[in-house]
């Protein structure tokens, strides 16, 4: 029964997970060069990346193709570290009647999901590369001193974005070293789109880490972020979002947890405008933000494009409550003096929960 026939559709309860075995033993198992090889080379197997072999490749390789791609000298050593891997990273599986040189055998491996995680962290370089790259000028002027003097530059796998005229730090935030390495001097682009969607992620509630559950909430502005900004920012406040299972945490400008916000979209659309076009560094002068209510906290975000306004209500878990559009003429100012109904059906909306 589908739900568009107007039936409740049941629905299941997640099974307890399995603890296939402890952290430490786990990671043990990945402390050899031949495992690791291993797990490349199912890696290899599974993308069909097999090139330099004329042979069909398996999708689910057997002992003698896994031994005839490692370099290891005798089947018996092989074997032992193939069984180590058993478990945790692979699986045993049949293999039908796949054959490999010639034989037939009835059993196959495949990653498991933590094994193929590992594989590709491997391909990336995730775990075993550092990658710094030296300053790439950007096109964009600065958000607070609107100077063309933005650079970006990568150190251990971390992206800073600064301005050279106001010595001010506008983020720092990680990028795999894979995206360093392919992109070369584009990789402020990637980087952007990256971070774009890592943040779209946890304002859907989903980490982008560990898939988790994200907790959101506007938060007041921390001492070491306050020294970054001006003065005129500081009564700003940011969103934050948090996973409930590994912690990863991230906070940013409210403006900016918004942009893939419908309402947003389709604004910067109305206007033959995307809202992708500018960085997260920078996504324009057109934003403002202002704090309708402390207790709970509440904040209305507007974003001006050409003789329109769009104005976002936001309460304290960084849900948008209400939208309004309106010419620049009739559009609430940006200092929050004269929304005391929204900033009450902020409130009400807050206090339902």
């Given at each position: 029964?589908?739900?568009?026939?107007g039936e409740?559709?049941?629905?299941?309860s997640?099974e307890?997970?399995?603890?296939v075995?402890?952290p430490s033993?786990a990671?043990?198992a990945?402390g050899?060069?031949i495992r690791m090889?291993?797990?490349?080379?199912m890696?290899e197997?599974g993308?069909g990346?097999d090139?330099?072999s004329t042979e069909?490749?398996?999708?689910?390789?057997?002992?003698?193709a896994?031994?005839?791609?490692?370099e290891v000298?005798?089947?018996?050593g092989f074997?032992?570290?193939?069984?180590?891997?058993?478990?945790p990273?692979?699986?045993?599986?049949?293999?039908?009647?796949?054959?490999?040189?010639?034989?037939t055998?009835?059993?196959?491996?495949?990653?498991?999901?933590a094994?193929e995680?590992?594989?590709?962290a491997?391909?990336?370089?995730?775990?075993?590369?550092?990658?710094?790259?030296?300053p790439t000028?950007?096109?964009?002027?600065?958000?607070?001193c609107?100077?063309?003097a933005?650079t970006?530059?990568a150190t251990?796998?971390?992206?800073?974005v600064s301005?050279?005229h106001?010595d001010?730090?506008l983020?720092?935030?990680g990028?795999?070293?894979?995206?360093l390495?392919?992109?070369?001097?584009?990789?402020?682009?990637?980087f952007?789109?990256?971070?774009?969607?890592?943040l779209?992620?946890m304002r859907?509630?989903v980490c982008p880490d560990c898939?988790g559950?994200?907790d959101a909430?506007?938060a007041t502005?921390s001492s070491?972020?306050?020294?970054?900004?001006?003065?005129?920012h500081t009564?700003?406040?940011?969103?934050?979002?948090?996973?409930?299972r590994c912690?990863?945490t991230?906070?940013a400008p409210?403006?900016l947890?918004?942009?893939?916000?419908p309402?947003?979209v389709?604004?910067?659309?109305?206007?033959?405008?995307?809202?992708r076009?500018?960085?997260?560094w920078?996504?324009?002068h057109?934003?403002a933000e202002?704090?309708?209510?402390?207790d709970?906290l509440?904040?209305?975000?507007?974003?001006?494009?050409?003789d329109s306004?769009?104005?976002?209500?936001v309460?304290e878990?960084?849900a948008?409550?209400?939208?309004?559009?309106?010419?620049s003429?009739?559009a609430p100012?940006?200092?929050?003096?004269e929304?005391a109904e929204?900033?009450?059906?902020?409130?009400e909306?807050?206090?339902?929960k």
């Amino acid at each position: 029964m589908s739900a568009e026939d107007g039936e409740e559709l049941p629905t299941a309860s997640p099974e307890p997970s399995d603890r296939v075995s402890d952290p430490s033993d786990a990671f043990q198992a990945l402390g050899n060069e031949i495992r690791m090889g291993i797990l490349e080379t199912m890696l290899e197997f599974g993308d069909g990346n097999d090139t330099d072999s004329t042979e069909a490749t398996p999708s689910t390789p057997t002992f003698s193709a896994l031994f005839d791609a490692s370099e290891v000298d005798t089947t018996a050593g092989f074997a032992y570290h193939l069984d180590e891997l058993v478990g945790p990273y692979l699986r045993k599986v049949e293999a039908g009647d796949e054959a490999w040189n010639g034989e037939t055998e009835s059993e196959g491996y495949e990653l498991t999901y933590a094994g193929e995680r590992i594989a590709r962290a491997i391909a990336t370089g995730t775990y075993t590369q550092r990658v710094d790259h030296p300053p790439t000028e950007l096109d964009d002027d600065c958000p607070f001193c609107g100077r063309a003097a933005l650079t970006a530059q990568a150190t251990d796998n971390r992206v800073t974005v600064s301005c050279g005229h106001c010595d001010r730090r506008l983020l720092r935030l990680g990028f795999p070293p894979a995206g360093l390495d392919s992109h070369g001097a584009a990789f402020p682009a990637a980087f952007d789109r990256h971070h774009r969607h890592r943040l779209s992620l946890m304002r859907d509630g989903v980490c982008p880490d560990c898939s988790g559950a994200v907790d959101a909430r506007l938060a007041t502005l921390s001492s070491s972020t306050e020294d970054l900004l001006p003065a005129e920012h500081t009564d700003h406040v940011q969103a934050e979002f948090s996973c409930s299972r590994c912690g990863m945490t991230l906070r940013a400008p409210v403006a900016l947890s918004l942009l893939s916000h419908p309402a947003v979209v389709s604004f910067y659309d109305d206007h033959d405008r995307d809202v992708r076009d500018r960085p997260i560094w920078n996504v324009g002068h057109e934003w403002a933000e202002a704090v309708l209510s402390e207790d709970p906290l509440a904040v209305r975000v507007v974003v001006e494009l050409d003789d329109s306004v769009l104005a976002l209500y936001v309460d304290e878990q960084v849900a948008v409550v209400d939208t309004q559009r309106a010419s620049s003429e009739t559009a609430p100012s940006s200092d929050g003096t004269e929304t005391a109904e929204t900033a009450e059906s902020a409130k009400e909306a807050e206090t339902a929960k």
